[in-house]
């Protein structure tokens, strides 16, 4: 018997390792730039709103003093308003002069005292804006190479205050704000022109909302009591030294979480591999055997074969389910070497179960096994094993795994049927069968689940359900089992329903060979045997 251990495991088994460490990193990366940009935005947001307080501040001021100067307004330009005027300008700070006009005409200045000159000397001039104006510029009449803000109050009649503020303290708040180049800051009014008359920067759009550009991110932040705005960038240098230094604070968790992934990864291959190996090594060692549980006839009775399961003792770890250890060799390409053990393993009982012609012996197959070239040779070899007096072999395909409808799969099937093999559908009903796959599948019989049998009289969904299938397989003259009768009353209600077969602890558990004949020399001497049972899906399965 060839026994197979794929050779391609163990670079699954590294390659699942691998992909286990690197996944903390994958699934670390999206947080970690999420929290750079949460990082980036508050820090932007916290720096651009203190730049605001600054400019609030400055212009809160402003608006104090030139509200205070109004009241010079209509006086002459003696003696005592220039006394005034100079106080105002010198005593309160930010200011270049503080000027008093008249009909669009300077008449008062803080620095020269009684003048006459029109508005218009100041370039962005022309006439006195209404109410409170802020207008930048880039240079006065008299200091040129600098630029300064011009805040004017008109009080009507085109007479008002205005307010020179030199735009060195606005670039002292910027320059300070943009800490080594890490931001660029904009001010700017909300009509988009730059505060900074003299900056060669481009102002951003007004109203412009918080967002990451391509350049960095980027938040604006508008005053609540003057018509300006700041707008700040993170440079995209410092954003990504920032993000750095995210990875190198999270990098020692996320190596830990990686090593942890690999090793939790490791364990449950090696649990793989070893159980892999395990069934290889069980199956030299002789530690599986099988189980048989009568199917009774229950209109009549009478025996009419057996299921036979596979079970395996293990030396250290008990009894091992089948449905835990038959997925792993399905999923480990264990299964048809597997299947080839049964087959030996129920020819080597045989003459101890004392079934007669006409009897039925089922075993599962695999979809796989089905489909592969050596599936045949398998079954042959069994049935010549079996010997000319054998019970009638039936093959059972587990509905949850359908077969696949490939050209090979009903090739094999179609020889085997020549050569007597039978064919049965387990755990009809739990699956994704069609009628067009029970149409080509050409099952000689259906197996019913034990999960609607246990409905029966309950009035659940399942009962409605069983009724349902019995109906389509009647319809489809299919011949019905069912699986795991436990009470008279199940019995009873199958009985009626006109299924041809049941199986169950009601009758008997699965036995070992030896106890099998002798139950089923008891149970025959109370149900004499009657003519053979027509053809019957009793499989060899993992139940």
């Known amino acids: 018997m060839k026994i197979s251990t794929p050779r391609h495991r163990r670079g699954w088994h590294v390659a699942i390792v691998l992909a286990a460490a690197v996944l903390p990193m994958l699934l670390a990366y999206p947080l970690v730039m999420r929290e750079a940009e949460r990082r980036a935005e508050s820090e932007v947001t916290l720096t651009a709103t203190l730049v605001l307080r600054q400019l609030d501040r400055i212009f809160s001021s402003t608006d104090r003093t030139i509200r205070?100067?109004?009241?010079?307004?209509?006086?002459?330009?003696?003696?005592?308003?220039?006394r005034s005027l100079r106080e105002l300008s010198t005593l309160r700070p930010y200011f270049r002069a503080l000027l008093l006009i008249q009909d669009d005409r300077i008449y008062c200045s803080s620095l020269l005292g009684n003048i006459d000159l029109p508005i218009s000397v100041y370039k962005d001039l022309h006439s006195l804006p209404p109410g409170r104006a802020i207008t930048p510029t880039d240079r006065t009449p008299f200091v040129t190479d600098r630029g300064a803000v011009l805040v004017t109050l008109n009080q009507g009649g085109q007479s008002g205050v205005l307010a020179v503020i030199d735009e060195r303290y606005l670039q002292d708040i910027q320059v300070a704000a943009e800490a080594e180049s890490h931001f660029d800051i904009d001010?700017?009014?909300?009509?988009?022109?730059?505060?900074?008359?003299?900056?060669?920067?481009?102002?951003?759009?007004?109203?412009?909302?918080?967002?990451?550009?391509?350049?960095?991110?980027?938040?604006?932040?508008?005053?609540?009591?003057?018509?300006f705005e700041v707008s700040n960038r993170l440079m995209p240098a410092y954003a990504a030294r920032d993000i750095s230094g995210i990875w190198r604070d999270t990098l020692p968790i996320i190596a830990l979480a990686g090593l942890f992934a690999a090793y939790l990864a490791h364990?449950?291959?090696?649990?793989?591999?070893?159980?892999?190996?395990?069934?290889?090594?069980?199956?030299?060692?002789?530690q599986f055997h099988m189980v048989y549980q009568p199917v009774i006839s229950l209109?009549?009775?009478?025996?009419?074969?057996?299921?036979?399961?596979?079970?395996?003792?293990?030396?250290?770890?008990?009894?091992?389910?089948?449905?835990?250890?038959i997925p792993i060799a399905e999923e480990n390409g264990q299964i048809a070497d597997l299947t080839r053990h049964i087959f030996g393993l129920v020819a080597r009982d045989l003459p101890t179960l004392g079934l007669r012609p006409g009897d039925h012996l089922g075993i599962n197959v695999s979809g796989s096994h089905v489909?592969?070239?050596?599936?045949?040779?398998?079954?042959?070899?069994?049935?010549?094993?079996?010997?000319?007096?054998?019970?009638?072999?039936?093959?059972?395909v587990t509905e949850r795994e359908a077969l696949p409808d490939q050209d090979n799969v009903h090739h094999n099937m179609a020889l085997l049927r020549r050569q007597?093999?039978?064919?049965?559908?387990?755990?009809?009903?739990?699956?994704?069968?069609?009628?067009?796959?029970?149409?080509?599948?050409k099952a000689d019989f259906i197996?019913?689940?034990?999960?609607?049998?246990?409905?029966?009289?309950?009035?659940?969904?399942?009962?409605?359900?069983?009724?349902?299938?019995?109906?389509?397989?009647?319809?489809?003259?299919?011949?019905?089992?069912?699986e795991g009768i436990e009470t008279e009353g199940q019995a009873d209600f199958l009985r009626q329903a006109n299924v041809a077969y049941g199986?169950?602890?009601?009758?008997?558990?699965?036995?070992?060979?030896?106890?099998?004949?002798?139950?089923?020399?008891?149970?025959?001497?109370?149900?004499?045997?009657?003519?053979?049972?027509?053809?019957?899906?009793?499989?060899a399965s993992s139940a």
């Not at 064919?423 to 029970?438: E, I, N, P, R």
Request: with cysteine; hydrophobic share 40%.
């Open 371 to 396: 489909a592969s070239p050596e599936f045949v040779g398998d079954v042959q070899r069994l049935i010549r094993q079996m010997g000319p007096d054998a019970p009638i072999l039936t093959l059972e």
């Open 299 to 325: 209109d009549s009775g009478t025996l009419g074969g057996v299921e036979a399961l596979i079970r395996w003792q293990h030396p250290s770890a008990g009894p091992m389910r089948p449905d835990f250890f």
């Open 68 to 82: 205070d100067t109004a009241e010079l307004l209509g006086r002459p330009c003696d003696d005592g308003v220039n």
């Open 267 to 286: 364990l449950v291959c090696s649990r793989q591999l070893s159980l892999t190996g395990e069934i290889t090594r069980a199956m030299r060692r002789h």
């Open 420 to 441: 007597g093999v039978q064919w049965a559908l387990d755990d009809f009903g739990t699956g994704q069968s069609s009628l067009a796959y029970l149409e080509w599948l």
């Open 447 to 482: 197996k019913i689940d034990r999960s609607f049998v246990r409905g029966i009289g309950t009035g659940s969904v399942t009962s409605v359900v069983l009724d349902t299938l019995i109906a389509l397989a009647q319809r489809l003259n299919l011949a019905l089992i069912a």
């Open 503 to 539: 199986q169950g602890f009601l009758y008997s558990q699965p036995l070992r060979a030896h106890d099998f004949s002798l139950w089923r020399a008891a149970y025959q001497a109370a149900h004499p045997q009657k003519p053979g049972l027509p053809p019957s899906a009793l499989a």
């Open 187 to 227: 001010m700017q009014l909300v009509d988009g022109r730059a505060l900074l008359a003299t900056s060669k920067r481009h102002p951003t759009a007004p109203g412009r909302n918080a967002h990451q550009s391509s350049n960095g991110t980027l938040e604006t932040v508008r005053s609540q009591q003057f018509p």
